[in-house]
């Protein structure tokens, strides 16, 4: 989790995007809802909607937004990787296409803020998180609740 140290730095607003209803591809908002249960009012649940939650976003004046979603990474179920706007381009998100990039720059553009996507390996699973997704969920959670005090 040194990454995520490193990070975890200024105002930082998180957005979870996916479906809860889709098995991991709900990890964002299901990050979100664990980070709001410790305090945090900068996390958002934009549900497989992110650009409908921009001027909200913009609204808040975030130093950094991490935007939380299942990627196709082809890597172990419940690995995470901070992803920057360029390497979103040769990512996959889950379900959301193309759209995630150009979003994160519109994002950039209006805030100046640094713009990162932090995603998971997905599991082909059920219509629930798996657990491997699970246990990343609670040790990212921690992680933020350890780095950074809720505002």
Known sequence: MSLLD???TGKILVAGV???DRGDDGFG???VRKLQALGWQNALDCGDRLEDFTLDIVGRAPDRILIADAVDMKARPGEIAVLRIPDVAGAEPHGH???LGRVMEY???RTGAEVLLLGVQPDKGSGKLSPEVQATIEELAAAFDASWCPS
């Open 107 to 109: 994002l950039q553009l």
């Open 29 to 31: 908002p299901a990050l």
């Open 18 to 20: 996916g479906c809860l």
């Open 97 to 99: 296409g193309s759209s």
């Open 6 to 8: 490193q990070i975890l």
